[in-house]
């Protein structure tokens, strides 16, 4: 049968099976997360045992490196050690992020709460164990990682992305941090905020696309900053839908001013009809 013969779901299937090499299950991949971010914390009362605490780690091993292999990485077994030999300073720096936002959120009531009801924390979580696999080279994975959080939360943070301690997002929807942003300790960030690129060239992919922000800034909602050399200097408050394309000096405190005009029905005799 030649190619003329051929039905389009034939050449299709052909084309799709030439191209494919080992599959990573994303559905496997997002499983894992989620058992491993429980195991992480004890949060299930079956980790509370020692000995079903370790042996629940050598299987987040073996599966962490299947995924590996999955994606043809070949020194899978070395890596997935050095990853867990990481795993208490991840925790700790973790530790940090969740005291943050027990410490600054009024509404954070306790530990607990924070670990099963802040979508903010989850995706702190995820990006720090992607990031750590993305700095050892680890292909694909850490975006599936990164992609499963931010499906699950709305916020957006690429595992390249170097962010410092004490990290804090509160609400958190909508939020975009880019590959190449910087992030310094005792950052406050809010839903809506993108830390993005002034241009998506694919020839600028190697250049720093992403701003810098300094230690102990605040990022109040909506607000979008945009540019590789644009720095928010460090103790920074960035108000609420503010757009910020160039550097600004430490200390600053950067607000959008607008008008918002208050009458009485009465007194306002043009009546605005707001139906759509």
Same mark, same amino acid.
């Given at each position: ?33 989620? *058992? ?15 000995? /079903? ?5 050598? !299987? ?23 990853? &867990? ?11 940090s992020d969740l005291n943050a936002i027990l410490e600054f959120d009024p509404a ?13 924390? &989850? *995706?702190?979580?995820?990006? /720090?164990?992607a990031h750590n696999l993305w700095v050892k080279n680890v292909p694909i994975l850490? /975006?599936?990682?990164?992609?499963? !959080?931010? *499906? ?7 595992? !390249?992305?170097?962010?410092?301690? /004490? ?5 958190g929807t909508g939020i975009v941090i880019g590959e190449t942003a910087i992030i +310094? ?10 830390? +993005? ?7 600028? !992919? ?20 945009? +540019?590789?050399?644009?720095?928010? +200097? ?43």
């Open positions: 049968m030649n190619v003329k013969e051929k039905s389009s779901l034939e050449l299709l299937f052909q084309h799709n099976l030439s191209e494919r090499c080992s599959v990573l299950q994303k559905k496997k991949v997002e499983f894992w997360i989620e *058992s491993f971010v429980d195991w992480l914390f004890c949060i299930e009362q079956e980790y509370v045992d020692f000995e /079903r605490f370790v042996q629940k780690q050598s !299987a987040f091993q073996e599966e962490l490196s299947a995924f590996l292999v999955q994606v043809n990485v070949s020194e899978a077994e070395v890596l997935v050690q050095s990853f &867990f030999d990481d795993l208490y300073a991840i925790h700790q720096v973790l530790l954070a009531k306790s530990r607990m709460e924070v670990l099963l009801a802040y979508p903010g924390f &989850f *995706s702190i979580i995820v990006y /720090r164990i850490p /975006r599936v990682l990164s992609e499963y !959080a931010h *499906s699950k939360t709305g916020i957006d943070i690429h595992p !390249a992305a170097t962010i410092g301690e /004490r990290f804090f997002i509160d609400h +310094g300790n005792n950052v406050k960030i809010y839903q809506g905020v993108t830390l +993005g690129a002034l241009s998506v060239s694919k020839d600028k !992919a190697e250049e720093k696309r992403h701003p810098t922000i300094e230690d102990n800034v605040i990022v109040y909602a909506n607000a979008t900053i945009l +540019g590789g050399k644009t720095i928010i +200097g460090r103790g920074s408050v960035i108000g609420g839908n503010v757009w910020i394309t160039e550097s600004v000096p430490a200390q600053s405190l950067v607000f959008h001013k607008s008008e918002i005009i208050i009458k009485t029905k009465i007194d306002y005799h043009n009546v605005i009809d707001f139906s759509i």
